[in-house]
């Protein structure tokens, strides 16, 4: 059994993590897949996947709920794409005491802003969708792709992002002890209120207190599940995988995402180096020596773009030699550049078997 395939076969979380651009829908999906074959039940969490990729995987229509795969595989194949508004909807109506206190959370101004907008919400909802599908029972393997963020690890981070909110200074005001539940706000909070609605608009700060009021007594489910949510992240059946390209820019951000990694205490079990150039069966050295002596003939052109492309891919080797020493004691799993986009189940199953051959 090759590494990959091992990873799959022993974790029940796998997140693929990397900067944008260098394959982590496709090789989350393709990951999911890969474990589909081998007979698991699995789903995969996809963020912003090509269009033509949502097609095949048959959640073009914007939908947070696992839709079934059909495809070749003795397993199944579930997709998601994660939608950040219904997400956080859902978390707010499991952690509600009532149908009523969900819905006045829900249709509150402030809430649809900042469910929207607070820096770190998508990474927040990935690890929280992550969370409720494996809690579910209903799969062995949870495969998640990352949001495109531009801090590397700010999922690691997400489930922190309540305590960012809770931190807004309407909420202290509105639960400072001694008042009991949120009936009366005492008249200094009530100046400092006032004060607020001169900068930001009454309308604002009715809002906000609103959504605070209505959040009162939800705060402890949602820090309890926020924990639950670190310990998922750093149990020892959840791997992390960093996807990167063989390309220069690409590395630094790869052993910089591995620095952070190791700073909140967790490994990457893999690392996937996608869309390397076609293995050549010459020397950059031999490559140039034909260059040079074809130079001028009809041939020239094509002898030196074959030395050009030999000494990229020797600079990428180098590379990816580098990388691996950042990371001795994860597997290197290398995804040729493909002719072709990858957008349908049958090229997915294609890296799958790169993956895992
Ligand atoms: N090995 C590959 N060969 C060819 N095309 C690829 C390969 N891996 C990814 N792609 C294509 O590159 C584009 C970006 O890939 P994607 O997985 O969406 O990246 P990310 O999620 O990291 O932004 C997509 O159009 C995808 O089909
Ligand atoms: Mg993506």
Same mark, same amino acid.
């Given at each position: 059994?090759?590494?990959?395939?091992?990873?799959?076969?022993?974790?029940?979380v796998?997140i693929c993590c990397g900067?944008?651009?260098?394959?982590?829908?496709?090789?989350?999906?393709?990951?999911?897949?890969?474990?589909?074959?081998?007979? +698991?039940?699995?789903?995969?969490?996809?963020?912003?996947?090509?269009?033509? *990729? @949502?097609?095949?995987? &048959?959640?073009?229509?914007? !939908?947070?709920?696992?839709?079934?795969?059909?495809?070749?595989?003795?397993?199944?194949?579930?997709?998601?794409?994660?939608?950040?508004?219904?997400?956080?909807?859902?978390?707010?109506?499991?952690?509600?005491?009532?149908?009523?206190?969900?819905?006045?959370?829900?249709?509150?101004?402030?809430?649809?802003?900042?469910?929207?907008?607070?820096?770190g919400?998508?990474d927040y909802?990935a690890v929280?969708?992550l969370?409720?599908?494996?809690?579910?029972?209903?799969?062995?393997?949870?495969?998640v792709?990352t949001?495109?963020t531009?801090d590397a690890l700010a999922f690691l981070e997400a489930p922190k992002m309540?305590s960012?909110?809770?931190?807004?200074?309407?909420?202290?005001?509105?639960?400072?002890?001694?008042?009991?539940?949120? +009936?009366?706000?005492?008249?200094?909070?009530?100046?400092?209120?006032?004060? *607020? @609605?001169?900068?930001? &608009?009454?309308?604002?700060? !009715?809002?906000?207190?609103?959504?605070?009021?209505?959040?009162?007594?939800?705060?402890?489910?949602?820090?309890?599940?926020a924990n639950a949510t670190i310990e998922l992240l750093g149990d020892e059946?959840t791997a992390f995988v960093l996807?990167?390209?063989?390309?220069?820019?690409?590395?630094?951000e790869a052993r910089y995402f591995l620095r952070r990694l190791h700073c909140a205490d967790l490994n990457a079990s893999?690392?996937?180096?996608?869309?390397?150039?076609?293995?050549?069966?010459?020397?950059?050295?031999?490559?140039?020596?034909?260059?040079?002596?074809?130079?001028?003939?009809?041939?020239?052109?094509?002898?030196?773009?074959?030395?050009?492309?030999?000494?990229?891919?020797?600079?990428?080797?180098?590379?990816?030699?580098?990388?691996?020493?950042a990371a001795?004691d994860a597997?290197?799993?290398?995804?040729?550049?493909?002719?072709?986009?990858?957008?349908?189940?049958?090229?997915?199953?294609?890296?799958?078997?790169?993956?895992?051959?």
């Open positions: 059994m090759t590494d990959y395939r091992k990873l799959i076969e022993s974790h029940r796998i900067t944008g651009g260098v394959g982590k829908t496709t090789t989350s999906a393709a990951t999911a897949v890969a474990a589909a074959q081998a007979g +698991k039940r699995a789903v995969v969490v996809t963020i912003d996947p090509a269009k033509r *990729l @949502a097609d095949a995987l &048959g959640i073009a229509a914007l !939908d947070n709920t696992p839709r079934l795969i059909d495809g070749p595989w003795s397993g199944s194949l579930s997709a998601v794409m994660l939608d950040t508004k219904s997400t956080f909807d859902e978390v707010v109506r499991r952690h509600a005491h009532d149908e009523a206190q969900a819905e006045r959370i829900i249709g509150n101004r402030f809430y649809r802003n900042v469910s929207g907008t607070l820096s919400t998508q909802m929280e969708k969370n409720e599908l494996h809690d579910s029972g209903h799969y062995d393997l949870v495969v792709d949001p495109p531009r309540l960012r909110l809770l931190d807004n200074p309407i909420y202290r005001i509105v639960t400072a002890p001694g008042r009991g539940p949120f +009936k009366v706000i005492n008249t200094a909070a009530q100046q400092v209120l006032r004060q *607020l @609605a001169r900068v930001v &608009g009454a309308t604002v700060v !009715d809002e906000a207190v609103a959504f605070f009021q209505a959040f009162e007594g939800m705060e402890e489910g949602f820090r309890d599940r059946r996807v990167a390209s063989p390309r220069a820019d690409t590395i630094d893999a690392v996937v180096v996608n869309r390397m150039l076609p293995q050549l069966s010459t020397t950059p050295k031999r490559a140039t020596e034909l260059a040079v002596s074809l130079a001028g003939s009809a041939a020239g052109g094509a002898a030196q773009a074959l030395a050009d492309l030999t000494a990229t891919s020797a600079g990428d080797d180098l590379r990816i030699a580098e990388l691996q020493n001795p597997l290197t799993a290398r995804v040729p550049m493909l002719h072709d986009d990858v957008h349908d189940i049958d090229s997915l199953a294609k890296i799958a078997r790169l993956l895992t051959d």
